[in-house]
């Protein structure tokens, strides 16, 4: 049962062959002591190999994801490049679209130094205005020209329940990718409307969350894309909310210590997203989180 590594050949003189025989046991010992050693250097060296392939495909997957968030930023720029020569065109005032091109840019230099595994010095927990962030984002689809006429984009923003803990450039990239696979899918369906909203506090896990949802009335999703909807996968030009954005996604949501669900049918298709709410916020009335599964 004991696997062969080799054959152990040696050569001696026809007078030391007597002498040879009668420290077989020896020689049996070292043979097993060269395959030992064999053995172990053997096992080294695939493990060797195997963490090299793993750190590799981790840089492959780091790379791809890079790639993928950094074409939104370079998108926006490229869209309110177009707006800028618009109004320069027209002699209007540029200031807000400057301020988005410096905002985007930073964010590519952000973005492309988390492949670098740059990591900006820790503060300590963190209130942003997660409404203030919606607003923002969708000023900028409405404002770049990423809309076609078919698609509507609404918001349904309340001011009793804002204040959520973490960073807001994170929930930023999070409804860039919700709103921009959104408009994609409606786009190539005729049309229709997309909703940004703040549903309030909700209770969960004995902890207050703020509750956002973007949802749209696109088709739906088929049922094998809702079986791996947060997994990495190639993307498809028919295949509305798919490919590594949404894995992108959700890994963003997990690092806000928050938790995202999908629901979708003929009608359309709701993210829902939890955040956790600011500790230091006052206490608004809260209702049960309803079931957003185990994601």
Same mark, same amino acid.
């Given at each position: ?18 002498? @040879? ?23 080294? +060296?695939?493990?060797? *190999? ?5 750190? &590799?495909?981790?840089? *492959?997957?780091?790379? +791809? ?73 969708? +000023? ?56 940004? &909203? ?7 896990? +004995? ?34 909310? *798919? ?35 600011? @500790?230091?916020? @006052? ?6 989180? *309803? ?5």
């Amino acid at each position: 049962g004991a696997r062969c590594l080799g054959v152990l050949v040696g050569g001696v003189a026809a007078w030391q062959l007597a002498a @040879s025989q009668k420290r077989e046991r020896f020689l049996q010992s070292f043979g097993t002591q060269a395959a030992t050693a064999l053995e172990s250097a053997l096992q080294e +060296r695939a493990n060797a *190999r195997r963490q090299v392939a793993s750190v &590799a495909e981790e840089y *492959r997957e780091a790379s +791809r994801r890079v790639l993928h968030e950094v074409n939104n930023p370079l998108s926006i720029i490229k869209n309110y490049l177009s707006v800028l020569d618009s109004k320069l065109e027209r002699q209007e005032p540029v200031t807000g679209e400057m301020s988005v091109l410096n905002e985007e840019i930073d964010r590519v230099g952000q973005l492309i130094g988390t492949l670098a595994d740059i990591k900006p010095v820790e503060t300590g927990p963190r209130a942003f205005d997660a409404v203030k962030v919606a607003e923002d984002v969708v +000023r900028l689809f409405r404002a770049g020209q990423f809309v076609p006429g078919s698609v509507q984009i609404t918001t349904a923003l309340h001011d009793d329940a804002r204040l959520v803990e973490g960073d807001a450039d994170t929930l930023k990239q999070i409804l860039v990718n919700l709103i921009k696979n959104a408009v994609e899918a409606l786009a190539g369906s005729g049309g229709g409307r997309i909703e940004i &909203a703040n549903r309030g506090h909700v209770h969960r896990e +004995r902890r207050l969350f703020l509750e956002l949802s973007v949802s749209d009335t696109g088709p739906g999703l088929a049922p094998e894309v809702m079986a791996n909807l947060f997994t990495p996968v190639k993307s498809t030009k028919d295949g509305a909310h *798919r490919g590594i954005g949404l894995s992108i996604v959700h890994g963003l949501v997990k690092k806000l210590n928050g938790h995202i669900a999908c629901r979708s049918g003929r009608t359309g298709t709701v993210f829902e997203i939890l955040l956790p709410a600011w @500790s230091g916020a @006052s206490a608004a009335p809260a209702l049960p989180a *309803r079931a957003l599964g185990s994601v």
